[in-house]
Every structure is written in C-alpha cells, then in structure tokens.
C-alpha cells in the first residue's frame, strides 16, 4: 500500500475508465475521490455502483458534471438526472437485482467465473442468459464482474492499508475492495498499526493499492 | 382507519416472535408501527443491519447509520451489522422469515409485478427480486384499486418481479391467497362484502363458503 494524495490518485484513472464505487444511497461513499474525479473531468467513466443517489451526493456529482457513459446499478430511481440522461442515451444503463450485482462482484473478487442464482428467472433480467438446472432448479448463470479500479470508503484505515466499516456504512465496499486491478481508499480516520485489532479487520491490507492522506497533515 | 392503516394492521398480525422481516418501502414500513409490544421482530434493512430502530431524535442521527432509502435510523439493543453480500445470502438464502413489498399488480396465480412500467418508470428493482426469489413469505401490501383500475388482475401486463408467487395479498379491501396457484378470498376488509369485493377485482376469485371479516 502507498499513501498518496487525492489528487495524485485520480490522476490515474483514465477518462473511459470502468470503476466500482462502494455506497449505499451515498453512504459509504468516497466523497472525496468523487469531487476530485469531477475537478480533474474524467468522463465517458463506465461506473458499478449500487445506486446513482441523488444530484449533489456520491455518484450522483458524477451524473450532474455528465461523465458517466454507462453505468451499472440496482437502482436509479431517486436520481431524476441519472434517469433524464439514460432516457435521452447519454448513459447506458444495466439494472441488475442487487443481490446479483453483489455476488457477480463477489465472483469477480474470487477467482469465479460467475454465480448460479434463481433471482430474475422468468423476467426480463433473464432474457439471453443461460439457464442451468440444478437438481430440476432453475438457475440463471451470472457473470463475473471486475473493473480498473475500485473507490472504497473505509471508517477506520491503518497505516498498512487494514479496513474496518461502520454500521451501513460497509454495504458493497469490502467486496468492491476484492474485484478491482487498483483498489483506492479513503478513510474516516487513518490510525496507527494495531489499532484494528485483528479480528475486526474486514479488509486485509494487502488487497489495498492506495490509501487517500488527511488534506492537513 | 384510513386504507394503509388498515393495510398495515392485518400485515403486522402475519409476523411471529422470532422473525426476521424485511419490510419494502411505502405501505410495507408502516407495518412496523403496528407490531403488538413483546412480539420480539427482528427487522432488516438490506442496506447491511438487523435490528432497525425508530427515526432517531433530533440532533441524534448518526450519517453512517440509514435505511435503504439514505435516511437516517437507529439501532435496538442486539443488533448487527454486515456487508451486502451477506445481506442478501440473508435474504436469497431462505433465512428471512417475511418480505412485505408493495405491488403494481399481483395476477390470479399471485405473481407480481413492481418494479418497471416501461416508458414511464424505469427506477430499478433494488432488492425486489431476490426478496420474491428468496424469502421464505411474500406479503403484498398494496391498495386494491389505483385510479378506478383492479390491482388484481387475470393476468400482469407489467413486467414480472419473479416466476414465484407470493404467499398473501393484504388490501384495504381483502386478504388473498394463492391455495392450489389460484387467488382465493380469505377476508374481507370491515364492512365490505364479499360481492363489493368481488366487483372491483379483475381477477377471478375463489370463494370459499366462509370468508371471515378482517379483525384489526
């Protein structure tokens, strides 16, 4: 893990990138990656995110400076903007149910190639995937999925790069931190080695490629 | 009592001591309000925790603590907290007693539809289907009728949120269920007949010899 500052990080995402954000509605969310992203105007950004929040909050800057082409989520529906620019095809959008999108990226982080799940068979979310029986079951084959980079939100992060999450606050964040080629994190507070004790280390340091410093020292 | 608390009460009396319930949002959180005190419910909120509490009071709400809808919650004593993935092994993996979800349109073999009316609102479905898919009681609760129209249909003409059927439809005018995959009137709401019911159904509905009246 290399501490670097936020604007050295962003620099090295390229505009067309594919990047997993960890938040549940804004929560959990790296506030601080996402208004640096908006001012170094990274777009055509391909963004794996639960939701699109709302204008103002977490992924939705990214709708409001428009540099998001395409966008997977559960979720948009309390983004007005998210959903004028899916309508008008700035952003194309995949809507998969959450507890897919979660496993898919879960897969992604493990070496998987996909996941056998019963939700959506039946429905529009089945349509061109491959049905597979299992004990007279059916299930849809869904695939693994990963990106360049993964912006992670943390409450405590230590000096080697350990994660700890507070309350709703962990959501996708710990499996987003296994399914990216460069993981970045912010953290609430970054403390000192053994300050996380070792069972409540939620992400080992070594998945993390970058910690975000405090802005004052 | 206005149709969602009548909605509300008749679905909080499906919950058992010991459940773990996933309520959805509109109607369905409100069945919270109406658990008898000492039935000990266990709620989720499939943003990461059970053991949801009320709104927090002014001045306490914690940013890092919120429902599935951002707003800010709290914690009852015993609760915990987890990431999404086991949120929903919880949920897809048979270990939530009871989903309450509102509904569009529920069909007379008790499918539902909830997530989509194409061209007009294209929201997402959230958690929706794998709450259909994996909890071991669906519960709709949904107003009989919007805008003059039956709920309950023959058939969904909106997009399907699972091939399962849902175990109970509470409406402000009837609970059914789907005994042998055929919509079945169990009650009726307070003072409304089965024929009232009946007439504003588009559904076709099994009618056994008895149908007790809603006791809330």
């Not at chain 1, 055509?44 to 800057?61: E, F, M, Q, R, Y």
């Not at chain 1, 709708?63 to 309508?87: C, E, W, Y």
């Amino acid at each position: 893990m290399r501490a670097v500052s936020v604007e050295e990080a962003v620099a090295m995402i390229p505009a067309g990138a594919t990047v997993m954000v960890g938040g549940f509605m804004g929560v959990g969310t790296p506030e601080r990656l996402l208004d640096e992203v908006v001012r170094q105007q990274k777009s055509g950004l391909t963004i794996v995110s639960n939701d699109a929040t709302v204008p103002g909050k977490g992924v939705g800057k990214l709708f409001d400076a428009a540099l998001v082409s395409r966008l997977i989520a559960t979720h948009i529906g309390l983004n007005p903007k998210a959903q004028q620019q899916m309508l008008a095809n700035q952003v194309a959008v995949d809507l998969i149910p959450q507890g897919t999108f979660v496993e898919r990226i879960r897969a992604g982080g493990c070496g998987l190639g996909g996941v056998l799940t019963p939700t959506g068979v039946g429905t529009l979310v089945a349509e061109g995937k491959r049905q597979i029986e299992v004990d007279g079951k059916p299930y849809l084959l869904e695939t693994a999925l990963r990106a360049q980079f993964a912006l992670v939100h943390a409450f405590l992060a230590d000096y080697l790069g350990n994660l700890s999450y507070a309350l709703t606050a962990r959501n996708f964040n710990p499996v987003m931190a296994m399914a990216a080629d460069t993981v970045i994190v912010t953290a609430e507070h970054i403390v000192p080695v053994g300050v996380i004790g070792p069972d409540h280390v939620v992400t080992p340091a070594p998945l993390v490629d970058y910690l975000i410093t405090n802005p004052n020292g | 009592m206005d149709a969602q608390e009548i909605i509300a009460r008749r679905v909080a009396q499906e919950l058992h001591s010991g459940d773990l319930v996933n309520l959805g949002i509109g109607i369905p959180t409100l069945v919270a309000n109406y658990v008898p005190p000492g039935l000990n419910v266990f709620f989720q909120s499939e943003n990461g925790l059970i053991g949801t509490g009320p709104i927090p009071e002014q001045g306490l709400a914690h940013p890092l603590l919120t429902d599935a809808g951002g707003r800010p919650i709290s914690a009852l004593p015993g609760a915990s907290t987890f990431d999404s993935a086991m949120s929903f092994s919880l949920i897809r993996g048979g270990h939530v007693d009871v989903t309450v979800l509102g509904g569009l349109q529920v069909d007379a073999h008790g499918h539902l539809a909830n997530w989509m009316i194409p061209g007009k609102m294209v929201p997402g479905m959230g958690g929706a289907m794998d709450l259909v898919s994996g909890a071991k009681r669906v519960i709709v609760a949904m107003q009989h009728a919007a805008k003059g129209k039956s709920k309950i249909v023959k058939q969904c003409n909106l997009p399907l949120t699972s091939a399962r059927a849902v175990s109970l439809v509470v409406t402000d005018l009837a609970v059914i269920g789907f005994p042998d995959g055929k919509a079945t009137l169990l009650e009726t709401a307070p003072g409304v007949s089965v024929g009232e019911v009946m007439a504003v159904t588009d559904a076709e509905l099994v009618i056994p010899d008895t149908v007790p009246e809603m006791k809330i």
